[in-house]
């Protein structure tokens, strides 16, 4: 069961799951980061402002972002590359990455990637459409990959509502939570540890933190609680 967002709401949390995508899969460029430099786009987020997680993230995103607004060209621009460096080491890695963003690391037997969950997942693109395109060459459970595929059944959620179409924005909203638990809530707790054990900047520290609260708070929609005490995520008792 899941609750009814209207479209200002669902907008609002489409934009954040695309950010959230891009923070995670997009190396970093210096023309993106310079206007969240200068435009402070981490003040506030469109949807999840109630999550502690999602504000804490934030607030490490923007004050990073406000030490660079203050900086020279040169010390800018070693930031920047800086803040490639981690996130190459963080997410994709010369070896294995610090913080592997891949579901099948989590819950398959040995970490094995390109598993079952792997095509389950791209099973779930290939419904709406969709297919990476580098097929084959890169996992499709990556987490990045998933909350951009999550702000796409969002987009679409809101294109049904505002055509009227409720049967089809019912499905959507149903799609989303079931890709949602069965794919993203169960091992995110452990890749957010392993994020926030390995960023060194407040930028991915921050990153870490937005990206967990977002999907927590989004995950309410749907009846589904994080359990501080288990770490883990849990339908709530009705």
């Known amino acids: 069961m899941n609750a009814n967002y209207d479209r200002e709401t669902l907008a609002g949390a ?10 995670l899969y997009c190396e970093p ?20 402002m109630e999550h502690p997680q999602v504000r804490e993230g934030l607030a490490a995103m923007d004050a990073w972002c406000a030490d660079a607004a203050a900086e020279g060209p040169d010390a800018r621009a070693e ?5 490639r460096r981690e996130w190459f080491r963080l997410f994709v890695g010369a070896g294995a990455p610090d913080a592997p963003s891949w579901e099948s690391f989590y819950v398959d037997p040995n970490s094995q990637l390109f598993s079952v969950h792997t095509l389950e997942v791209r099973a779930w693109y290939q419904r709406y459409g969709l297919e990476l395109e580098r097929l084959h060459a890169e996992p499709d459970d990556n987490l990045g990959l998933m909350l951009g595929f999550v702000g796409h059944l969002i987009d679409l959620e809101g294109e049904a509502t505002a055509a009227g179409d409720e049967a089809r924005a019912r499905t959507l909203a149903d ?9 993203v809530l169960p091992w995110l707790s ?17 990153a ?8 927590a708070c989004y995950a309410e929609r749907f009846g589904i609680v994080f359990d501080e005490d288990a770490q883990a995520f849990k339908r709530a008792i009705r």
């Open 175 to 183: 799609d989303q939570e079931a890709f949602v638990a069965e794919h």
């Open 79 to 83: 930031r920047f590359a800086a803040l």
């Open 190 to 206: 452990a890749w957010r540890y392993s994020a926030l054990k390995h960023a060194t900047s407040a930028y991915f520290r921050g």
């Open 29 to 48: 460029d210096d023309a993106e980061l310079t206007a969240q430099a200068e435009e402070r786009l981490f003040a506030e987020a469109p949807f999840g």
């Open 208 to 215: 870490a933190a937005f990206v967990f609260g977002l999907c």
């Open 14 to 23: 489409q934009l954040c799951f695309a950010l959230a995508s891009r923070l």
